[in-house]
């Protein structure tokens, strides 16, 4: 039970209000409660008594859904978006992770000791890979700090594990942090070798890459077959260029503001968020041009905000049938 008290505010005499969760019953969206109650949001300390009937909002909580406290304009825009829209997760699409090593110490190294290693045994080269760090990920760009990641795998699909004794240099670095190693959960057959990884060959395919923290969505289209590490994520599948753009424009921003959890100022880009974003499906001839706005985007330096931004927010914002205040607010997103 949540008290949310009673007294003067603003030299007026409120009513307590209490909020009754209830672990174990399943509230029904009959219920009385759920089909009258109003709230409102108070924004920094900032609120006027009595309130006027357009500073209320609805509080609808559906089972099998978050609670969410929105006004009239955000719910009917979320409602648009859900109604237009189709989740990501049921697009033609997988999501993955990004490499987890257990100790990046040892297996993250940077160009200074990649070097070395190579001219010790120029075979080390043939396991030694450039990664992303989440912290990399910009949008529609990639700025690789130059690390490198020593991809001692376990073993995918008919492809065998490393076996690190062919490598005797790289060994030898990783024995420097054997107790480590060996003591680590995330490993494979061998201290030497990485976690068992299934997918590890969809690292190679042209992919979406994201990563997981950021104030808005920082989506980088990888055809170069980049590896990262686990504080990114990627898709594979088809249409990425549209998906790339949309998930790059504001429309994403507004409704992880809405549906999500924040850190203050920024979201945590799971994939459980990102997979329930809501997509217009368009014609394949209107996605396929999205190919051209993706490379076009990624020829900028910073890819900051530009035309080709507008260009693909009119092209995207059209299709769920908003009105010009939605839009407003949309576009008013930060």
Known sequence: IIDLGGGVFHNAT???????????????????FFQTNQVVEITNGQFSFPP????????????????????????????KMKESGTSLKDWDISIYRGIVTGFNEAFIINQSVRDRLVDEDPRSAEILKPVLRGR???????MWAGKWLIDTHNGYSNTPPINVDLY?????????????????LDKGITPYNLRNCAYHDK???????????GNRGRFYFDNNGQMILQTAFFIT?????????????????????????????????????????PLPKLSLTEMSEFKVFVEE??????????NIDNVIEEKILQHYHLSNKEIETIKGTK
């Open 52 to 79: 006027n009937q357009n500073d209320f909002s609805n509080f609808k909580p559906q089972v099998g859904s978050p609670w969410l406290i929105l006004s009239s304009v955000d719910s009917s825009i979320i409602n």
């Open 136 to 142: 990399d990920i910009e949008r529609y760009q990639a």
């Open 237 to 277: 599948g088809e249409q990425l260029p549209y998906i790339c753009c949309f998930l790059n424009s504001k429309l994403p921003i507004y409704f992880m503001q809405k549906t999500s959890t924040s850190l203050g100022e920024s979201f945590r880009w799971l994939k459980y968020f990102v997979e329930s974003i």
């Open 168 to 184: 005797p240099t790289v060994k030898s670095h990783l024995n420097k942090h054997f107790e480590r190693l060996e003591k680590r």
């Open 203 to 213: 690292f190679f395919e042209n992919k979406i890459i994201w990563r997981e923290i």
């Open 297 to 306: 985007a990624q020829k900028k330096a910073a890819a900051k905000e530009s």
């Open 14 to 32: 409120v009513d307590t209000a209490i909020c009754i969760i209830r672990n174990g019953i399943e509230c029904q969206s009959t219920d009385k």
